[in-house]
């Protein structure tokens, strides 16, 4: 038996496909999201990893992410929140809170001892402290945004980026910029930013341990050291951390094929 | 036989909302007298006195509903009021000077044309205006700028913040005071002594009024309810507006029986579609009242539980200003956050909700402030999940279907997954 969980973002496609005892098959990430051809792309490679399996071969697909609904091959959407945690906690047990910061979005849950979400908070409707906020800073930057957690690990110092909103901070980069400012601080400077967008959130559930990231951002090492500091915590990425949405997903699809 | 006898409690409140503003339209070109009020303000004076009352936060919130609220809301802020404003009070406030434009230049602007397409109401320029800040400050300043805009009378009803139960004698006293003041007020415009006879008769129509609407609203926690939440919010806009008229006690109690009887049938408002109930807390986000019902219908989710409607039971002994004072100084944004817990608690009680879902809403700063602090403490409370989303009771701009979609599934994951743990318990 298989199963395939699908998350559609607003910056990146993932997909996973689950076995029989819940190993991960095969797994893909585009960096397109939705209403794009990323979640065609994403599904297309991740079946050109496996021996020969098709989309037909999938007992149950679960859908994922803010594009959950355009995939018509879903047997079933769940939210992102659930599947975050579902997949966190199928790869981390001791994660009782996470904190997923993905293309627009970020968002802390708190999870109970059984996996069981009990609480969540999202961001509100504004692009700063979300993955979309990193591709703009990139951009003024003249950086490739997989370079940020390289420039920040040579950071003297942290210079203050507004964290209220992205034109703000984008103003204030590039007057660091004009004035010389070391790009490696600056960097520093925009993670901690978003850093306190998320921890904000993350204070919100009550902030017990194990703390485990997921999302993209996770993947930025630099964002990861700057939510470490401003909890004063050890906070652990994991595995993947593109892909818990889609592994959540699977994971789902599991549970749903199972019971059938 | 009354003009609305046949009609149902629908056709009764279309019929309502629709009269109370060609009432005040006709009354003003006779040169009567018109006045703003806001929502929550003692309606009993001015309508002691036969003057029309028109209410620009149900007017806003139809601008809203009927999809005309940008064009206005950018008007509003040609002139330099923020995002960060209130958008009824932005919407109002660019109303104003339409209607002052068209009065001046004779020719209607393209903006209010707008409105008049989209069949939103027209309301008449005040010759007074009143406020009563039991809901909000913002109202004091609001006011103030169409009665120095207006050159009108202003009447300020100022509620001090409940802190403590009982409401103490000062703060009554002080509120008394001011009723009384407000009467002669009214006497100077008018240049006729304050009725205070026919004021009994408009304080026993207004329990009256209240009485019917509670018996209605109260029939939402029946299982399985005959009333759906968001008609809550549709009824809502008469008990604003007519609270102390015979309309208002006509319509509800028509509700009330259809509601019985769809009760006594064991009719679902909800069609058999209710798999969890939930409470709603804050304002309609009225530009998508539509999608922010259907996105929980969708999931079975049916919203029964608001202490939004609850707003305007305001009860008081007839013949007692006292009474009259404190009915209007505990509305229950003015109070303290333990009794606001308590509102909210007994209403996820006596409605059986599960999940609460609050508006943070960009408008309301108010109600967003508290709601923060409200959902944790009846989270540890009450056990009962949360989710908050961010809108606007009128301002398009400021909400996002998708996040919301997002929120709301995930708490409806939340509350699926505890009901069937319960059920396995």
């Known amino acids: ?260 | 036989m009354t003009e609305t006898e046949g009609m149902n409690a629908k056709q009764k409140l279309a019929y309502y909302l629709d009269k109370s503003y060609a009432d005040a339209n006709a009354a003003h070109s006779k040169g009567e007298l018109v006045c703003w009020s806001s929502s929550i303000a003692p309606a009993e004076f001015c309508v002691t006195m036969g003057i029309h009352m028109l209410y620009p936060e149900n007017h806003a919130a139809a601008v809203g509903a009927k999809h005309g609220a940008i064009e206005i809301l950018e008007l509003a802020e040609r002139k330099g009021y923020t995002m960060d404003n209130c958008s009824y009070s932005r919407i109002n406030l660019a109303y104003m000077d339409l209607l002052v434009e068209e009065k001046k230049t004779g020719k209607t602007p393209e903006a209010l044309q707008k409105l008049d397409e989209l069949k939103v109401p027209r309301m008449p320029l005040p010759d007074i205006i009143i406020t009563c800040n039991n809901i909000c400050n913002t109202l004091l300043k609001w006011y103030e700028n169409i009665a120095v805009s207006l050159n009108i009378p202003y009447i300020i009803i100022d509620t001090p913040y409940v802190h403590d139960w009982p409401i103490p004698q000062h703060t009554i006293d002080y509120m008394k005071e001011q009723f009384k003041y407000a009467i002669k007020q009214i006497e100077d415009l008018t240049g006729k002594p304050f009725d205070y006879e026919k004021f009994v008769k408009v304080q026993e129509q207004t329990q009256r009024s209240v009485a019917a609407w509670d018996r209605a609203m109260g029939m939402a926690a029946i299982v399985p309810s005959p009333l759906s939440g968001f008609d809550m919010f549709n009824f809502m806009a008469l008990i604003v507006c007519a609270r102390s008229q015979f309309a208002a006690e006509d319509t509800f109690n028509t509700l009330a029986d259809e509601l019985q009887v769809k009760a006594d049938a064991g009719q679902d408002a909800f069609k058999g579609g209710e798999r969890t109930r939930i409470a709603w807390e804050g304002i309609a986000v009225w530009p998508y009242l539509s999608h922010t019902y259907k996105a929980l219908k969708n999931l079975g989710m049916n919203m029964v539980g608001s202490t939004y409607p609850g707003a305007w039971s305001i009860h008081y002994e007839v013949g007692d200003l006292g009474q009259m004072a404190a009915g209007y100084c505990k509305m229950y944004s003015n109070t303290c956050l333990d009794n606001k817990v308590n509102v909210i608690s007994d209403v996820l009680i006596n409605t059986n909700c599960t999940g609460i879902l609050y508006h943070l809403n960009r408008s309301c700063k108010l109600m967003s402030f508290l709601n923060v602090e409200t959902a944790e403490i009846l989270k540890e409370k009450t056990g009962i999940p949360y989710a908050s989303f961010d809108g606007d009771q009128t301002d398009p701009r400021n909400f996002s279907e998708a996040q919301y979609d997002t929120r709301v599934e995930a708490l409806s994951e939340v509350m699926e997954q505890m009901k069937a743990e319960k059920a396995k318990a």
Not at chain 1, 156 to 179: K, P, Q
């Open chain 1, 1 to 260: 038996m298989y199963v395939l969980g699908l998350d559609v973002g607003s910056a990146s496609s993932k997909v996973v496909i689950l076995d029989d005892d819940k190993n991960i098959v095969s797994f893909s990430t585009v960096q397109v999201g939705t209403g794009s051809t990323g979640p065609a792309r994403a599904l297309e490679e991740v079946f050109k990893k496996t021996n020969g399996l098709k989309i037909e071969d999938m007992t149950k697909i679960v859908a994922t992410g803010y594009g959950r609904y355009a995939f018509e091959k879903a047997d079933k959407q769940i939210s992102e929140i659930s599947c975050h945690a579902k997949g966190i906690f199928h790869l981390v047990p001791t994660a009782r809170t996470i904190i997923d910061i993905g293309g627009q979005d970020a968002k802390a849950i708190r999870l109970d001892s059984r996996g069981a979400v009990s609480q969540f908070f999202m961001n509100d409707k504004c692009a700063a402290g979300t993955g979309r906020f990193l591709d703009v800073m990139a951009r003024v930057l003249e950086i490739e945004i997989t370079d940020m957690a390289e420039y920040d690990s040579r950071a003297s110092e942290v210079v203050n980026v507004s964290s209220t909103c992205t034109v703000f901070a984008e103003s204030e980069v590039i007057s660091h910029l004009s004035n010389n400012i070391p790009k490696e601080n600056i960097i520093a400077g925009i993670h901690a930013s978003v850093a306190s967008k998320a921890c904000g959130l993350a204070y919100r559930t009550g902030l017990e341990d194990d703390i485990v990231m997921g999302g993209g951002v996770a993947q930025n090492a630099g964002v990861v050291r700057a939510i470490s500091r401003e909890l004063r915590r050890p906070v652990i990425v994991a595995p993947n951390p593109q892909i818990t949405g889609a592994l959540g997903a699977a994971l789902f699809a599991y549970d749903e094929a199972k019971k059938h």
